[in-house]
């Protein structure tokens, strides 16, 4: 089985930067994505982590530490727009493509 | 142009009846899946099809069946539905059953709201 964890909710002002974080403890590993959902909307995916370090896309970023099963994802320069919920999901190591998703971060962008 | 459509976006049913909802991908992948989302937005994986095949169920109860008539197509029916039914219901498709980068698209929900 898999636990995931995520902050529930966080806030930030417009043109600021933030993080939030994702830890897991799983049997197996086999890559970490995150994924935005806005309000009413489908999940859209952001960024994949199989290997340490850091993958940066645009305004976003995404870390892994597989040794300390830990993620984060970094939004820089803040929009309105990045109000939505974030979702870090784990892919075990089982030959199955399925995921396991946390129960979201909700961020909130105020001006 | 859409990629993975749902069929309806909502839906509003009284306890025990049965219904489907419908899904299609344009996209050629050979995997596809029904999550459900709960009233807290948590998103857990029902069942993943892989080629028309039954890949993953994760302990939903035998009221849903999920159908595949061909790897483009995955419906969802449910029997007897309870309140516990009333959720959010994504569909998603995947490139590859498995492998290192096998990014997950989401088609559009299915709310569900069983009164």
């Known amino acids: 089985g898999q636990n995931i964890d995520q902050p529930t909710e966080m806030t930030a002002t417009e043109g600021a930067i933030v993080q939030i974080n994702c830890t897991y403890q799983?049997?197996?590993?086999?890559?970490l994505f995150w994924y935005q959902q806005h309000a009413g909307e489908a999940p859209t995916f952001l960024s994949y982590?199989?290997?340490?370090g850091l993958e940066e896309k645009g305004r976003f970023s995404s870390f892994l530490s597989r040794s300390k099963g830990y993620s984060y994802l970094l939004l820089k320069e803040l929009q309105m727009k990045d109000s939505a919920s974030y979702l870090c999901?784990?892919?075990?190591?089982?030959?199955?493509?399925?995921?396991?998703f946390g129960k979201g971060t909700m961020l909130l962008v105020s001006p | 142009d859409t990629a993975v459509s749902q069929t309806p976006k909502y839906l509003v049913t009284q306890m025990g009846n049965d219904k489907s909802i419908k899904c299609e991908q344009n996209?050629?992948?050979?995997?596809m899946y029904w999550y459900k989302q709960d009233s807290k937005k948590f998103l857990k994986i029902m069942f993943s099809?892989?080629?028309?095949?039954?890949?993953i169920n994760e302990t939903v109860p035998n009221r849903f069946s999920p159908k595949s008539p061909d790897k483009a197509h995955l419906n969802l029916h449910i029997n007897s539905l309870e309140l516990g039914d009333s959720a959010v219901y994504f569909c998603?498709?995947?490139?590859?059953?498995?492998?290192?980068?096998?990014?997950?698209?989401f088609g559009p929900g299915t709310r569900l709201t069983v009164l």
């Open positions: 998603a498709s995947s490139p590859r059953y498995s492998g290192n980068y096998n990014e997950q698209f």
């Open positions: 799983t049997s197996g590993f086999n890559g």
């Open positions: 982590n199989v290997l340490d």
């Open positions: 999901a784990v892919r075990e190591d089982s030959g199955y493509s399925t995921l396991t």
């Open positions: 996209l050629g992948h050979d995997t």
């Open positions: 099809y892989n080629n028309k095949e039954l890949i």
